[in-house]
């Protein structure tokens, strides 16, 4: 009934209910659309999703199907390995995939030594070959540790050969350690997608997804720590702390402008380099270079080097 064909369609969210429904398969027939999102924590919306991509049109549907296919009543649907068969002959003799094994064993001829990698049954198939190229006369090896050290000469013109069983879904985080929460889930399941397109774009918007899930108090996966600029004392640096996007919508931060050009690091301004662009310049900032102080604020130790916030904490001016 699933064939790679309808597998290679899948998301993780499907093969979370690929894997509950074969882990349960005898139940199934009599669970509710509700009780089989709850037991694959997914939504209703993605069990109907996977029923359509699995070629029927509903969950009640999937359900007669699927039990027709346990029972073996519809010769469509009995696990006779004929549909698959029929599929692996009409790969192989595509245009698109003699291309490939052409490529492949161009890659193959010119090099001097072959590397297989794989666990589980992707594992035997490596041994298998690494075997099989040994025997025609072709150094080859089989790795199943990834962290094995290769020599750096047989590195160099080495062809490494990585194999993965397709058919083995690829389980949520959840599901191997319960301690991630739905948020962190995310973030994993969306940086290691399979297509380019779902994956991060850049780096600020992982980072941005990551502090969501950090601070938000449905997952309390971890504890909050204390933002920089809520202890920074030296007014340069809170302007320019002011300037960083923060990605809660609900929360915004006062943006400190700053005037003039960066100064030149050849030809540094006299007295505090900072002065020509800080916002609380002060006429012996122009001239008088600032030494290191500790300041103590909120029983927190503060070394700082600016007039400013010495002079305010001599007055006892807040900061």
Known sequence: MFTKEIMDTFSELDFAVYDCIINNRERVSSMTIKELGNLAHVSTATVLRFCK?????????????????LEGKRDALKDDGTTELQSFLKTINSEDFQSSISNAYGFLQNSQCTIFIGVGSSGILGKYGARFFSNVGHFSLFIDD????VLQKLAENTVTIALAHLEEPVLPPSHLNHDVTPSLERIILKATAKKPDRRYRDAYELIADLRHALVDPEDEYLKKEP????????????????????????????????QGDVP????????????????????????????????????????????????????????
């Open 53 to 69: 991509k699995s070629g029927v049109n509903g969950y009640s549907e999937f359900k007669i199907k699927y039990k027709e296919y």
């Open 146 to 149: 990834p962290w094995l050290p």
């Open 227 to 258: 933002e920089l600029d809520e202890y920074s004392l030296h007014p340069y640096t809170r302007a320019l702390l002011s300037a960083i996007p923060i990605a809660d919508i609900d929360r915004r931060r006062k943006r400190i402008p700053l």
């Open 264 to 319: 030149s690091p050849v030809n540094p301004p006299s007295g505090c380099p900072f002065h020509p662009r800080c916002p609380e310049c002060m006429e012996r900032c122009k001239t008088e270079v600032p030494h290191p102080v500790i300041i103590t604020r909120d029983g927190r130790e503060h070394m700082v080097c600016c007039h400013r916030v010495q002079a305010n904490a001599g007055s006892g001016n807040g900061f």
